[in-house]
């Protein structure tokens, strides 16, 4: 048998001539480091319009005419910054809404603090959300608004809309979980083995980087080492290294959770799997999804780590609303927000579907029928289960 | 055997000129002595003689004491008789020395056979596994128990505290070496594989120049693996180990800390949580208030 050839004359000059680029890609690298970088997040002006203790309430100002009249309120998660959904000019969902006609409000939750521990989910449910609904109504002179949660946001914008079903004209859940009995997510896999009850009860808050870690653990291979090599290779290119480093800082911007909100949301949720089974108890009410009857958009990412199609698909059959619609994209847990791909898509959808209810609502306008097939969305996965008969539910 | 040149000398003789020389030696330093640590600035009205020209000055007289004891015939006659007996003294206590020496070898080799004894036929392949694991249930089952003896005295539950705090340290960094370890299998695996696809490309001839090909294929390879070891079992019943190892050491570290708050009347983190448990409360209540009112 003959010995297999390798031509190690070739690798070795590949080799060499990557470790003179490299040396000339350092060079300059280092003056784009040292030079002036624009890295800033979060460049859409707004307005703080309310404020309750650590929670702040963003208005976004715009010069476009208002197509919506409702006002879209915005609800992060309380894992990372809600900056994520204005990270910069071409990608921003805030701005791509504002573009579309609508009216934008964003909680910001702020940076928890010791005296935080004990705020659980019913405080920002029934405490804050509720208040921040009040007074957008009351600036409005309106009765309802128009509400999109993001990741565990949509899980508490969900549970808001049950317990406040007259208070939300249109919900929009975006990669939220809501079924959490599942072995596609690692998260869902891991949250079972922990005791929640000694983490809580030995840090009060769980610390934003312990969280962190947790994530880069999820895919170490491609967070801890290939991301790094990718900014390497790239360094030279300095609307790259812009980029990268506007990730990073929202990435490693993590706040830490108010102890009692984790607990009962790994509980109730992760270890219980309660909220699907109309199970989930908050602020001494049982939170019922088929109270929740207005029109139900419910958007999630095919190749989400964190947050599977599985944990989220199941919430339309679940909830007791007639206009329920379903849309799976093709992208991941953060590229639904930040991929300049999924932009184009994403905030038309939302604002076209958003317009179609908007009007229907409206005094005097008839709400237009859903059509009888459902259509996927461009460049999704073609998954929309199902869609039931679009009927007055309110 | 006597000397065959001159009288025969007593043998304590010179060890007596010796300690009356001494005695000799410190009889006019005392006063002299006394001069240089009782200065007048030295003194105040609790310590009119001053303490370290009294420790001194009975220090030397001690001395002075023993020597003189040396120089008396009769006293050195016991000195020496104590000399001869010094032997049997030293091996007495060395022997108890290396008894006890010789019982905590013991006890380690029952250790060492104890954790041996289940893995008789254990595959090399899961040696460094297999060691990690006695490790910790060696430091788990025997090393920790030295942590937890019962301690007395005044500062008897600060030591213990302190104690607490090491032990789960200890324990922690074994936690952490199980789980660490896991973390790196997909590593040493991820290389093995990557080390078969090259003599697979070579034999078929696919071999590519570039580094970056090698790269993009192990770091595939890196995340199968990592993929693969993150959907078993047991590395998540290693994560929630290590965690609560975290969480005991953290809650240990804190009470020692708290010990030391107390002593500067700064609040511990209990005290402000319960604090913050009242403040949260009251602000339900009030809430709940405005909105009956």
């Known amino acids: 048998?003959?010995?297999?050839?390798?031509?190690?004359?070739?690798?070795?000059?590949?080799?060499?001539?990557?470790?003179?680029?490299?040396?000339?890609?350092?060079?300059?690298?280092?003056?784009?480091?040292?030079?002036?970088?624009?890295?800033?997040?979060?460049?859409?002006p707004y307005t703080v319009v309310y404020q309750q203790d650590r929670v702040r309430l963003k208005h976004y100002s715009s010069v476009n005419p208002k197509k919506i009249k409702t006002p879209l309120l915005l609800i992060y998660a309380l894992i990372n910054r809600e900056t994520m959904l204005d990270l910069q000019p071409g990608r921003s969902v805030v701005q791509n809404f504002l573009e579309q006609g609508i009216d934008v409000f964003m909680v910001d939750w702020g940076y928890p603090t010791r005296k935080d521990r004990y705020l659980d989910i019913d405080d920002h449910v029934n405490g804050y959300i509720n208040d921040i609904v009040d007074f957008i109504c009351e600036k409005n002179k309106i009765s309802k608004v128009n509400i999109m949660g993001i990741c565990m946001g949509g899980t508490f914008s969900v549970i808001y809309a049950c317990l406040h079903p007259d208070k939300v004209r249109n919900l929009i859940t975006t990669v939220t979980p809501t079924y959490f009995d599942i072995d596609t997510g690692l998260l869902n896999i891991w949250m079972r083995s922990v005791n929640v009850d000694q983490m809580v009860d030995t840090y009060g808050n769980i610390p934003g980087d312990f969280l962190n870690f947790g994530f880069l653990l999820l895919n170490p291979a491609r967070l801890m080492i290939d991301k790094y090599v990718a900014f390497f290779e790239n360094m030279a290119d300095k609307t790259f290294v812009e980029n990268f480093v506007r990730m990073e800082k929202w990435i490693f911007d993590s706040p830490d959770i108010p102890g009692e909100t984790f607990r009962q949301f790994i509980k109730d949720c992760y270890q219980r799997n309660l909220l699907i089974q109309n199970k989930m108890v908050v602020g001494g009410k049982r939170v019922n999804l088929k109270k929740l009857t207005m029109p139900l958009l419910n958007v999630y990412g095919k190749f989400d780590h964190l947050v599977p199609p599985e944990a989220c698909e199941k919430l339309t059959a679940a909830v007791g609303s007639r206009d329920t619609v379903d849309i799976c994209l093709n992208t991941g847990h953060i590229g639904i927000y930040v991929s300049s791909k999924t932009q184009r898509e994403f905030a038309p959808k939302i604002a076209s579907w958003l317009k179609d209810r908007d009007m229907a609502a409206a005094p005097g306008k008839k709400r237009r029928p859903a059509t009888s097939k459902p259509r996927p969305a461009k460049g999704s996965a073609g998954k929309i289960p199902e869609r039931k008969p679009a009927a007055a539910s309110e | 055997m006597p000397e065959k040149n001159g009288p025969r000398k007593n043998p304590e003789a010179p060890a007596m000129d010796w300690g009356e020389m001494l005695a000799q030696f410190w009889e006019p330093l005392m006063p002299a002595l006394s001069g240089i640590f009782n200065p007048l600035r030295f003194q105040s009205q609790t310590d009119p003689k001053g303490r370290m020209d009294e420790a001194l000055a009975s220090s030397a007289k001690a001395w002075q004491t023993l020597f003189g004891s040396v120089s008396d015939p009769g006293g050195m006659e016991h000195f020496m008789k104590a000399a001869q007996v010094a032997p049997d003294i030293a091996f007495g206590l060395s022997q108890a020395c290396l008894q006890s020496f010789a019982r905590f070898q013991e006890q380690v080799n029952t250790w060492i056979s104890k954790r041996g004894a289940g893995h008789a036929g254990l595959d090399t392949q899961e040696l460094d596994k297999a060691f990690i694991r006695q490790w910790t249930h060696t430091y788990e089952e025997e090393l920790s128990r030295y942590f937890k003896i019962p301690q007395i005295g005044l500062t008897r539950f600060y030591q213990e505290r302190a104690l607490a705090a090491a032990d789960k340290f200890n324990v922690l960094q074994t936690r952490m070496s199980e789980f660490m370890h896991l973390l790196y299998l997909p590593l040493e695996k991820s290389f093995n594989q990557l080390k078969e696809k090259v003599v697979e490309m070579a034999e078929t001839g696919a071999v590519d120049e570039k580094s970056k090909t090698y790269y993009n294929i192990w770091i595939k390879l890196l995340e199968a693996q990592y993929m693969k070891l993150f959907q078993q079992p047991e590395y998540s019943a290693a994560m929630g180990r290590t965690l609560e190892a975290l969480h005991e050491f953290s809650t240990a570290r804190q009470a020692m800390v708290d010990d030391v708050l107390k002593i500067y009347a700064i609040p511990t983190q209990k005290e402000l949580d319960e604090l913050y448990k009242e403040i949260h409360l009251l602000k339900k209540r009030l809430r709940a208030c405005e909105q009956k009112g």
């Open chain 1, 1 to 44: 048998m003959a010995s297999p050839k390798i031509p190690v004359d070739l690798i070795l000059k590949n080799l060499a001539q990557e470790a003179e680029s490299a040396q000339k890609r350092m060079g300059k690298a280092t003056d784009i480091l040292l030079g002036e970088l624009d890295a800033e997040i979060a460049p859409t």
